[in-house]
């Protein structure tokens, strides 16, 4: 009686097995290694909200009353350029962030709203805000500042939310 009860068992587990160790089997396949962001050179730095002040010279207690839950920052060396990647809670968050530094005017730029300068881009796509700032005494290089932006945007539609 023990033994027909316990053939099914026996059965199910050589059936599992047989599947974990079966060389034909499909592998799932890989993640990409974390903090790789496609297309873009390796940051310089993600940090949550509550290490903001490490990249943000006094504006961290601003950027977390409007929901900034983490901040990603990348160099570029043509146009030397800074790129900051703030991932909000909200769309509103990140809309009243892009509205106070950057104004209520638009620009044609990436995102789902943009301005750009020739001195800096500013996008929201969804509940994040980039920034790309040329660094001080750079020519002006606005359309490969904006190549930039378009980059950050793509990979960032590339990786998904974060």
Known sequence: MAAALAAPLVALTAWLIHGAVDPRAPSPRPAGPAGVWPGLPQH???????????QVDGAAAALRADGCRRLVAWRFERPPADAEALFFATVEGARAVLDREAGKERTPGPGD???????????????????????PGAPPSPEDLLGRAREVDHALQERGPS
């Open 44 to 54: 310089r730095a993600d940090l949550p909200a509550d290490r903001l002040e490490e």
């Open 113 to 135: 709203e943009a301005q750009a300068s020739p001195q800096a881009v500013y996008f929201r796509r969804g509940s994040v805000l980039v920034r790309v700032f040329l660094d």
